[in-house]
């Protein structure tokens, strides 16, 4: 049984259906008041209301874990829980610089709490493997796609917020320690948030189009903390163009690769070079 099988509606029409799991709305106008509050949240933030912001990504987390558990076993519920870790990766970026002043290490604190909440949901929603693109076919010949985007989406960004430089030199001890943080933790955790996960269930529940478009879009607003509307409008393309890798290829592997070494280029290599 496919998944879309197992969701029981049409993912591809689903603003339309017969049926929802609230009387009165549809089953899209529920998962779109879901991501406007998200979006909300994030431009209160961005406007300088910061204790607003954190309210809202509050109040929509907890809105967020009650609805997915009233409506538990629909596509929508499937969709409102993987909406959830977007609050929940705000709160931990915000709060995070309280207990550390590492700025690269910081990430790991930021990211590696996201594997759990990811695995809970992951679990209870019986997502396989291969839905979430965990799968090493092709790495190889793909290695010199990942390098060629990861660095074309660094040189485009770091225009947009002329980013600085988060190791002394390029040495192969720096090099190495950046590669680990910004690979396995934030390349992973961003990458099976907004991709394998996010961008999976808003295409279940939109169709593959609609739902590339929104988690691309929710991406880039979830970068609001750069605190310039280029950068969002940026880490939207970047989102969009590694969503197509992923719609393509189905690789997980290829697109955390390519996350990572966009942000190696971008906090490492192309600063210091310059």
Do not use: C
């Not at 092709?138 to 002329?162: C, D, R, S, W, Y």
């Not at 189009?209 to 880490?235: D, P, Q, R, W």
């Amino acid at each position: 049984m496919t998944d879309h099988e197992q969701l029981g509606s049409d993912p591809h029409d689903i603003g339309q259906t017969s049926s929802s799991v609230v009387p009165g709305l549809t089953d899209g106008y529920i998962i779109g008041i879901a991501m406007l509050m998200v979006v909300l949240a994030e431009l209160l933030l961005y406007s300088g209301n910061i204790r607003a912001g954190v309210m809202l990504h509050v109040v929509t987390l907890v809105a967020l874990s009650i609805s997915s558990v009233w409506i538990d076993g629909t596509h929508v519920s499937r969709s409102l829980q993987v909406l959830s870790l977007l609050p929940i990766l705000r709160l931990l970026n915000m709060s995070m610089p309280v207990f550390s002043e590492m700025t690269l290490y910081l990430y790991v604190y930021v990211y590696a709490p996201m594997v759990l909440p990811a695995y809970f949901i992951i679990k209870h929603q019986s997502i396989k493997k291969d839905t979430l693109g965990f799968h090493f076919q092709g790495m190889l010949k793909l290695l010199p796609l990942a390098v060629l985007v990861g660095f074309l989406i660094a040189q485009g960004e770091n225009f947009t917020i002329h980013a600085g430089n988060l190791i002394p030199d390029l040495s192969l001890d720096s090099i190495l320690k950046i590669s680990i943080v910004m690979i396995f933790f934030v390349g992973l955790g961003e990458e099976l948030v907004f991709r394998s996960l996010l961008q999976t269930r808003l295409s279940d529940s939109f169709g593959p189009v609609k739902g590339l478009l929104l988690a691309s879009f929710l991406f880039g607003v979830m970068h609001s903390g750069y605190g310039t509307i280029y950068e969002i409008f940026f880490t939207s393309f970047a989102g969009l163009l590694l969503g197509y890798m992923f719609q393509r290829t189905n690789s997980f592997p290829l697109i955390t690769l390519t996350h990572g070494l966009v942000n190696i280029f971008l906090f490492g290599i192309i600063p210091l070079m310059n």
